[in-house]
Protein backbone atom coordinates (compact mmCIF):
# COMPACT_ATOMS: atom_id res chain seq x y z
CA UNK A 1 0.00 0.00 0.00
CA UNK A 2 2.76 2.49 -0.28
CA UNK A 3 1.95 3.22 -4.16
CA UNK A 4 -1.20 4.67 -3.23
CA UNK A 5 -0.82 8.85 -2.28
CA UNK A 6 -3.57 10.27 -0.75
CA UNK A 7 -5.51 12.89 -2.88
CA UNK A 8 -4.14 16.55 -2.60
CA UNK A 9 -6.60 18.94 -1.72
CA UNK A 10 -8.10 21.21 -4.28
CA UNK A 11 -6.44 24.15 -5.87
CA UNK A 12 -8.24 27.14 -6.03
CA UNK A 13 -8.84 29.08 -9.33
CA UNK A 14 -9.68 32.46 -10.24
CA UNK A 15 -9.22 35.65 -8.11
CA UNK A 16 -8.83 35.64 -4.34
CA UNK A 17 -11.50 36.82 -2.39
CA UNK A 18 -9.44 38.14 0.12
CA UNK A 19 -7.95 40.58 -2.96
CA UNK A 20 -11.09 41.73 -4.14
CA UNK A 21 -11.99 42.78 -0.06
CA UNK A 22 -8.63 45.00 0.02
CA UNK A 23 -8.58 46.38 -3.42
CA UNK A 24 -12.34 47.42 -2.98
CA UNK A 25 -11.75 48.93 0.64
CA UNK A 26 -8.46 50.78 -1.13
CA UNK A 27 -10.58 52.27 -3.53
CA UNK A 28 -12.86 53.69 -1.38
CA UNK A 29 -9.83 55.19 0.77
CA UNK A 30 -8.72 56.73 -1.83
CA UNK A 31 -12.16 58.06 -2.67
CA UNK A 32 -12.80 59.32 1.03
CA UNK A 33 -9.30 60.83 0.87
CA UNK A 34 -10.02 62.88 -2.55
CA UNK A 35 -13.32 64.06 -1.04
CA UNK A 36 -11.77 65.67 1.96
CA UNK A 37 -9.08 67.22 -0.06
CA UNK A 38 -11.79 68.66 -2.34
CA UNK A 39 -13.83 70.15 0.63
CA UNK A 40 -10.97 71.69 2.42
CA UNK A 41 -9.79 73.00 -1.06
CA UNK A 42 -12.99 74.35 -1.36
CA UNK A 43 -13.48 75.70 1.97
CA UNK A 44 -9.80 77.64 1.44
CA UNK A 45 -11.06 79.00 -1.84
CA UNK A 46 -13.70 80.29 -0.43
CA UNK A 47 -11.93 82.17 2.73
CA UNK A 48 -9.27 83.44 0.55
CA UNK A 49 -11.50 85.04 -1.94
CA UNK A 50 -13.63 86.98 0.41
CA UNK A 51 -10.29 88.88 1.31
CA UNK A 52 -8.52 90.26 -1.00
CA UNK A 53 -8.83 88.40 -4.29
CA UNK A 54 -11.61 90.52 -5.90
CA UNK A 55 -11.78 90.68 -9.63
CA UNK A 56 -12.67 94.24 -10.44
CA UNK A 57 -14.01 94.91 -13.96
CA UNK A 58 -13.74 98.42 -15.47
CA UNK A 59 -17.05 100.17 -15.50
CA UNK A 60 -18.99 100.11 -18.72
CA UNK A 61 -18.71 102.55 -21.24
CA UNK A 62 -21.30 105.27 -21.29
CA UNK A 63 -23.92 104.77 -24.21
CA UNK A 64 -22.54 107.44 -26.55
CA UNK A 65 -19.12 106.13 -26.09
CA UNK A 66 -19.79 102.88 -26.93
CA UNK A 67 -22.20 103.58 -29.72
CA UNK A 68 -19.28 105.88 -30.80
CA UNK A 69 -16.62 103.25 -31.00
CA UNK A 70 -19.36 101.39 -33.04
CA UNK A 71 -20.07 103.28 -35.45
CA UNK A 72 -16.33 103.48 -36.71
CA UNK A 73 -16.42 99.96 -37.01
CA UNK A 74 -19.46 99.89 -39.50
CA UNK A 75 -18.20 102.60 -42.04
CA UNK A 76 -15.87 99.28 -43.38
CA UNK A 77 -19.26 97.44 -44.06
CA UNK A 78 -20.64 100.74 -46.16
CA UNK A 79 -18.54 99.10 -49.17
CA UNK A 80 -18.50 95.37 -48.64
CA UNK A 81 -21.70 94.49 -47.18
CA UNK A 82 -24.67 97.05 -47.53
CA UNK A 83 -27.36 95.80 -46.51
CA UNK A 84 -25.35 94.19 -43.62
CA UNK A 85 -24.58 97.94 -42.52
CA UNK A 86 -27.87 98.75 -42.73
CA UNK A 87 -28.99 95.93 -40.13
CA UNK A 88 -26.38 97.27 -38.00
CA UNK A 89 -26.58 100.93 -38.26
CA UNK A 90 -30.52 100.48 -37.12
CA UNK A 91 -29.58 98.27 -34.44
CA UNK A 92 -26.62 100.14 -33.23
CA UNK A 93 -28.90 103.25 -32.78
CA UNK A 94 -31.70 100.89 -31.27
CA UNK A 95 -28.56 99.97 -28.43
CA UNK A 96 -27.79 103.51 -28.03
CA UNK A 97 -31.73 104.39 -27.49
CA UNK A 98 -32.11 101.07 -25.03
CA UNK A 99 -28.83 102.14 -23.30
CA UNK A 100 -29.67 105.96 -23.06
CA UNK A 101 -33.11 106.01 -21.60
CA UNK A 102 -33.39 101.96 -20.42
CA UNK A 103 -35.93 101.07 -22.55
CA UNK A 104 -36.19 97.74 -24.48
CA UNK A 105 -35.35 99.18 -27.73
CA UNK A 106 -32.94 96.42 -29.62
CA UNK A 107 -36.23 93.88 -29.19
CA UNK A 108 -38.95 96.79 -30.33
CA UNK A 109 -40.07 96.84 -33.97
CA UNK A 110 -39.91 99.91 -35.88
CA UNK A 111 -43.85 100.95 -34.98
CA UNK A 112 -42.98 100.17 -31.25
CA UNK A 113 -39.87 101.99 -31.51
CA UNK A 114 -41.47 105.24 -33.07
CA UNK A 115 -44.16 105.92 -30.48
CA UNK A 116 -41.90 105.26 -27.66
CA UNK A 117 -39.44 108.05 -29.48
CA UNK A 118 -42.52 110.30 -28.91
CA UNK A 119 -41.99 109.55 -24.58
CA UNK A 120 -38.17 109.88 -24.34
CA UNK A 121 -36.76 113.42 -23.48
CA UNK A 122 -35.26 113.78 -27.30
CA UNK A 123 -36.16 117.26 -28.83
CA UNK A 124 -39.32 116.85 -31.52
CA UNK A 125 -36.97 117.60 -34.85
CA UNK A 126 -34.42 114.38 -33.79
CA UNK A 127 -37.35 112.49 -33.02
CA UNK A 128 -38.79 113.03 -36.08
CA UNK A 129 -35.93 112.34 -37.96
CA UNK A 130 -34.75 109.30 -36.16
CA UNK A 131 -38.56 108.11 -37.15
CA UNK A 132 -37.80 108.75 -40.98
CA UNK A 133 -34.35 107.08 -40.89
CA UNK A 134 -36.22 103.83 -39.55
CA UNK A 135 -38.83 103.65 -41.86
CA UNK A 136 -36.39 104.21 -44.31
CA UNK A 137 -34.40 101.00 -43.09
CA UNK A 138 -37.35 98.96 -43.00
CA UNK A 139 -37.21 98.78 -47.14
CA UNK A 140 -33.82 97.95 -47.66
CA UNK A 141 -33.89 95.47 -44.27
CA UNK A 142 -37.38 93.63 -45.30
CA UNK A 143 -37.64 94.20 -48.71
CA UNK A 144 -33.98 93.15 -50.18
CA UNK A 145 -33.54 96.75 -51.60
CA UNK A 146 -29.67 97.40 -52.33
CA UNK A 147 -29.06 100.88 -50.77
CA UNK A 148 -27.53 103.51 -52.57
CA UNK A 149 -23.81 104.65 -51.05
CA UNK A 150 -24.97 108.39 -50.90
CA UNK A 151 -27.94 106.79 -48.63
CA UNK A 152 -25.96 105.02 -46.47
CA UNK A 153 -22.80 107.67 -45.87
CA UNK A 154 -26.65 109.91 -45.24
CA UNK A 155 -27.55 107.35 -42.77
CA UNK A 156 -23.96 107.18 -40.74
CA UNK A 157 -24.10 111.23 -41.01
CA UNK A 158 -27.60 110.90 -39.03
CA UNK A 159 -26.70 108.50 -36.53
CA UNK A 160 -23.62 110.30 -35.41
CA UNK A 161 -25.32 113.63 -35.50
CA UNK A 162 -28.01 112.27 -33.57
CA UNK A 163 -26.14 110.62 -30.89
CA UNK A 164 -24.02 113.56 -30.65
CA UNK A 165 -27.09 115.73 -29.71
CA UNK A 166 -29.00 113.57 -27.59
CA UNK A 167 -26.08 113.14 -25.85
CA UNK A 168 -25.41 116.89 -25.44
CA UNK A 169 -28.73 117.06 -23.51
CA UNK A 170 -27.30 115.08 -21.13
CA UNK A 171 -25.15 117.99 -19.69
Known sequence: MRDIHDITPPVQVGINPAMI?????????????????????YFLKKRNQG?????????????????????????DFMEKNPRLFCFRIS??????????????????????LIM????????????ADAKDFFLSLDDIKYAGVTPPMDKMRHDYRFVKNFIESVSQGDL
Do not use: S
Not at 21 to 41: D, M
Open 116 to 127: NLRNLAIDEKPA
Open 51 to 75: ENNILLLPPPLPPDVAAFKELDLLR
Open 21 to 41: KYALLGIGLIFILAIIFFVIR
Open 91 to 112: GLLKTYLGKRFKINAPEMTTQE
